[in-house]
């Protein structure tokens, strides 16, 4: 993307983060060496370790966690697939993590929110006053986190994000409203839109 690795984006903002000490980096069993080799020859001196994940998004998050060395007090997850969060944002939700003990990057929903039936017909409109989108980073207290999780594999249970890993297991979460600059790339439109914001940014 651009002159760098989607992956790359992301690391850089991290690792300018005076809050960040430590990364670890989660993918596929079969870019793990690939993975290693280029984030050494970029010096991203903050990765400690790039491990494999999970058949799922939970899964794959508790591996980067356990990961880690034992000496870092809060955790964020992020998705690498988010290239463009800002180093200050980052910032922002690890002092709203202090505060709270959890903060999530999000922003307010713009669009008219319907709920449907199983025909595809409309049965309500969702009032969006107090609807936000959620994002990441998603930034925990270490020993909530630890908490969470241990709920989850008691539970057997698998939940979509870590926020609601956190809701499920009865703790509350801070959102902090970042904008709508911190897109997904998931389609290839999204991808072809990553490429026109860059273009932008650079005129």
Known sequence: LG??????????????CHYVHEIVVVTKQEWVEDTKTWISSEKFDKVSAVVV?????????A??????????SYVAIHDAARPFIKTDDITQIFEAAFQYQA????HPVTDTIKTVNSKGMITS??????????????????????????????????VTDDCMMAEH??????????????IKLTTPEDY???????????I
């Open 103 to 106: 903060g999530c990057a999000a």
């Open 63 to 72: 591996n980067g966690f356990y990961a880690a060395s034992s000496r870092f």
């Open 192 to 202: 072809a839109l990553a490429k026109a914001k860059l273009a932008m940014e650079d």
């Open 125 to 158: 409109t969702v009032p969006r006053k107090n609807l936000f989108a959620v994002q990441t980073p998603q930034i925990f207290k270490k020993t909530l986190y630890e908490a969470a999780l241990a709920v989850m594999k008691k539970e057997n249970s698998m």
């Open 53 to 61: 994940g999970g058949d799922t998004r939970q899964k794959s998050a």
């Open 169 to 182: 297991a009865g703790f509350t979460v801070k959102l902090v409203d970042i904008g709508h600059y911190n």
């Open 3 to 16: 002159d760098s690795t989607v992956l790359g984006y992301s690391l850089r903002a991290f690792s300018l």
